[in-house]
């Protein structure tokens, strides 16, 4: 029996932004904007999701008078990844 795919990380811009994030210790909100190629108003919309769902933490301050939104992978968002990944090989078995 295969085993269910998390709907939160099978969307492709989260499942972008997770990927982005698991190779780096933390990722400014324009570098993501500027790899996933999302408008600003979608990657915010989808960072808040993962950061609802524990997997993202999202950081903002300012540097000077700029605006800084930075984030990081969880611990709880790389199992999440790690278990996603899993079932996603399920689905190959006896290709």
């Known amino acids: ?3 269910e795919l998390n709907p939160l990380l099978h969307s492709q811009l989260r499942l972008s ?3 982005l994030l698991l190779t780096v210790e933390e990722a400014e909100f324009v570098y993501l904007k500027e790899k996933t190629q ?3 108003g979608n990657l ?4 808040d999701k993962l950061s609802e769902a524990g997997y993202v933490s999202v950081e903002k301050s300012f540097v000077g008078k700029k605006p800084r939104t930075v984030c990081r992978i969880t611990s709880a968002g790389r199992e999440a990844m790690a ?3 899993e079932a996603l090989k ?5 290709l």
Not at 44 to 47: D, E, G, I
Not at 90 to 94: A, E, H, K, L, Q
């Open 83 to 85: 278990e996603y990944v």
């Open 44 to 47: 915010s919309v989808q960072l």
């Open 1 to 3: 029996m295969l085993k």
């Open 38 to 40: 999302a408008t600003a």
């Open 90 to 94: 399920g689905y190959f078995v006896g």
């Open 17 to 19: 932004i997770m990927s």
